[in-house]
Each structure stands twice: as structure tokens, then as C-alpha cells.
């Protein structure tokens, strides 16, 4: 994905990150108030990324963070454009949207 680590912020609410390490796969980010990690593969334009592990704090909009976490296990492919990344199901339909910085 570029071959450098990038930090990405979710187009609806800067509190969701994503962070993509190309040196050995891995995933981090942020919720609505917990860390998360994980691994991802990538080949041409598809996507897989599996959260392994979380902070447990409770936050106010957990139910969002859950959502997001559960969405992130879901991605099949994405589309990178300029600065930003958008994530697809397996029906190629957009469910999320992230620009770099």
C-alpha cells in the first residue's frame, strides 16, 4: 500500500483512526475511545484485515466503536485516490472512508 506507514482518519469522525504498516501487515487504529490492532493482506485491490485485540475501556458511543470494528473484519477490497482510502464489502458497496494525513 505505498510501502510507508500512514495514518488515516475516518471522513465522518476524526476519533476513528487507521493505521496500515506496510513492513509486517499490521493494523492499529482507534474507536471511539479504545486502541485496537490486528494484521491485514492485500493483493492488487483486495483487502482482508483482522482485528485481534483491544483496549476495554468504556467510552461513551461503544456501540459505534463495535460497529466500526466489525465493519473493519468485513473489508473484501478498497480504492486508494490522492489522499484518501475507501473501504468496500463483498458487494462492492462503500462503507467507509478515510483520508491520510
Not at 506496510?22 to 482507534?30: C, E, P, Q, R
Not at 490492532?37 to 483491544?54: A, K
Not at 461513551?60 to 473484519?73: F, Q, T, V
Amino acid at each position: 500500500m505505498g510501502g510507508k506507514t500512514r495514518e488515516m482518519l475516518g471522513a465522518d469522525s476524526a476519533a476513528f483512526t487507521l493505521v496500515l504498516s506496510d513492513s509486517a501487515n499490521l493494523v492499529a487504529g482507534s474507536g471511539a475511545g479504545n486502541r485496537f490492532f490486528g494484521e491485514y493482506r492485500c493483493d492488487l485491490n483486495m483487502l482482508s484485515i483482522r482485528v485481534q485485540g483491544r483496549t476495554q475501556m468504556f467510552c461513551p458511543r461503544l456501540d459505534s466503536e463495535d460497529r466500526y470494528l466489525r465493519m473493519l473484519d468485513s473489508v473484501k477490497s478498497y480504492c486508494i485516490h490522492a489522499d484518501t482510502l475507501r473501504l468496500y464489502d463483498c458487494h462492492d458497496r462503500e462503507f467507509a472512508v478515510f483520508i491520510g494525513r
